[in-house]
């Protein structure tokens, strides 16, 4: 089998993993975890997202935290941005790089942004093009890649559309969401077979959930279809608040933990990100879905 | 990427899961949830072990469970055996299988088995002569075959001396332990590589636990090697009693989640396996580490 020499890990801990936690972290914890984050040798960390705090109460410090946090030059501070109102806020917080998010799925795109495919793309491309003008990197995320909550599964021509259209508008990177973690090894495989025909590996990321327990396993099936880029949650925060032992986001130590045990190079520090995962679960004041977190902790007791 | 037909899944959840877990399920909860487990399609289930009640004392009613449970003659009802007093016990009980243990790292045997390697040897050997001699099929389990809790790194000699001798004494099947849930999908395929060139692939199966998250991609690597069986404990029972997120044995639901999805013909009913899941989880009083009963119980929350 071959694999990479080296992968890179985004971490969207302090964005897409809040964004799901009930409990609202202070802004100052917040800017605290952020900066143990930024000196893990993480290159990328999404550290909140622009929307109306009508949407994602526990993000509404967006702006407070962008201008509080210590920036460090090698490290990409990004932000997820929902329409034009947001990038004008995101560009005053001085954000390096502007994410952008729809889905494969209309129901699910409909309910998460309540705009069709087809309504959304307009605002999108007005955002990614005034982000290039502003010199700033666009990242794409695009959600429900392997299954949608309300439809089931995904028609690979609506995965296509929607990613050439992305790609067309001018984003640097596209992350392929397994929004419900349902995908497999064999359909990351089959999806990726696809994609790869029109896109360079170089330009495709892996965004995987745990909840069925598959995220390694797909991680792995998808470094093995060359790619290199996966996003990573610290603790697997974001998961299924409503359960205290369901997952949701894959944590970003256990893709950081398999990869680097098989000598891939990541250029993170396991310890430094367990110490980062243990300060947000102390906050999160519950018992966090990753299995390093958990097995570090175990071996203290 | 190739992939096999079909996969067997063995259970050894009433055994290695229980055996590892403080709270000790009476004799007739323990039928009941044997007899649901051997409804749900599975061919293997390992129900009890007979060792000296000193030792697991959670399993002392080994002789009434055997000899309790509805026997469906599709299932092979296996105990695990210690020495030559075991075996007499099991044979007693009308046991189909019989399992034994030993450690590819000389610490964890001494440990584990208060012998050393050499001194095991004998004891096994006499065990699984006398098993042959009553027409039962043996099961040979290898601990710490990708790492040890006194050790660290297992030499891949020590893991050949001590398979060579096993397979030479008789024993008609291999099972390779991660005890401590160390290993990585490369490492897998490293080992393997080696193994397969002494031993056929039908004769090994792996035994993967999920203490850092790696089980399932370890599964993946191992069936890209052409392994196509795997132990898995239902619940993911018998982790890390200490830590209530830690996990231990992959559970049977997240094996059989991934597999089945893939295409590959497992013969065990999901929803079945959850049932069985969900009512040793009520019985243990904890939350399961397993990925799949979380998740189907988040969903109906």
């Given at each position: 089998?071959?694999?990479?020499?080296?992968?890179?890990?985004?971490e969207?801990?302090?964005?897409?993993g809040l964004?799901?936690?009930?409990?609202?972290i202070?802004?100052?914890?917040?800017?605290?975890?952020?900066?143990?984050?930024?000196?893990?040798?993480?290159?990328?960390?999404?550290?909140?997202?622009?929307v109306?705090?009508?949407w994602i109460?526990?993000?509404?410090?967006?702006?407070?935290?962008?201008?509080a946090?210590e920036?460090?030059?090698e490290v990409t501070?990004?932000?997820?941005?929902?329409n034009?109102?947001?990038?004008e806020?995101?560009?005053?917080a001085?954000?390096d790089?502007i994410?952008?998010f729809?889905?494969a799925?209309?129901?699910?795109?409909l309910k998460?942004?309540?705009?069709?495919?087809?309504?959304?793309f307009?605002?999108?491309?007005?955002?990614?093009?005034?982000?290039?003008h502003?010199r700033?990197?666009v990242?794409g995320?695009?959600?429900?890649?392997?299954?949608c909550?309300?439809e089931?599964?995904?028609?690979?021509?609506?995965?296509l559309?929607?990613s050439?259209?992305l790609?067309?508008?001018?984003?640097d990177e596209?992350?392929?969401?397994?929004?419900?973690?349902?995908?497999?090894p064999?359909?990351v495989?089959?999806?990726?077979?696809?994609?790869?025909?029109?896109?360079?590996s170089t330009?495709i990321?892996?965004?995987?959930?745990?909840?069925h327990?598959?995220?390694?396993?797909?991680?792995?099936?998808?470094?093995?279809?060359?790619i290199?880029?996966?996003?990573?949650?610290?603790?697997g925060i974001?998961?299924?608040?409503?359960?205290p032992?369901?997952?949701?986001?894959?944590?970003?130590?256990?893709l950081?933990?398999?990869?680097?045990?098989?000598?891939?190079e990541v250029?993170?520090?396991l310890?430094?990100?367990?110490?980062?995962?243990k300060y947000?679960q102390?906050?999160?004041?519950?018992?966090?879905?990753?299995?390093?977190?958990q097995?570090?902790?175990?071996?203290?007791?």
């Amino acid at each position: 089998m071959k694999w990479p020499d080296s992968v890179t890990l985004k971490e969207v801990g302090p964005r897409d993993g809040l964004q799901n936690e009930k409990k609202v972290i202070t802004t100052e914890d917040k800017v605290a975890w952020i900066n143990l984050l930024s000196k893990t040798g993480l290159t990328y960390i999404e550290i909140t997202s622009f929307v109306h705090p009508k949407w994602i109460p526990t993000l509404a410090d967006a702006m407070e935290v962008a201008k509080a946090i210590e920036r460090r030059k090698e490290v990409t501070y990004a932000a997820l941005i929902p329409n034009q109102r947001g990038l004008e806020n995101a560009l005053e917080a001085n954000i390096d790089e502007i994410a952008v998010f729809m889905s494969a799925s209309e129901t699910h795109n409909l309910k998460n942004i309540n705009k069709s495919i087809n309504e959304t793309f307009p605002v999108l491309r007005k955002v990614v093009q005034d982000s290039i003008h502003s010199r700033k990197k666009v990242r794409g995320y695009l959600s429900t890649v392997f299954g949608c909550p309300y439809e089931g599964a995904v028609e690979i021509d609506n995965i296509l559309r929607v990613s050439d259209t992305l790609f067309e508008m001018g984003i640097d990177e596209l992350s392929l969401g397994d929004t419900i973690g349902v995908a497999n090894p064999k359909q990351v495989q089959e999806v990726l077979e696809i994609l790869l025909k029109r896109f360079p590996s170089t330009k495709i990321a892996m965004h995987f959930h745990d909840t069925h327990g598959t995220a390694l396993a797909n991680v792995l099936a998808a470094i093995e279809m060359g790619i290199t880029t996966f996003d990573g949650s610290i603790g697997g925060i974001g998961g299924c608040p409503y359960a205290p032992g369901a997952s949701g986001n894959v944590a970003t130590e256990d893709l950081l933990y398999m990869l680097s045990n098989m000598g891939i190079e990541v250029g993170v520090q396991l310890s430094d990100m367990l110490s980062a995962a243990k300060y947000i679960q102390k906050k999160l004041g519950r018992a966090l879905p990753s299995h390093n977190l958990q097995a570090a902790l175990a071996v203290k007791e």
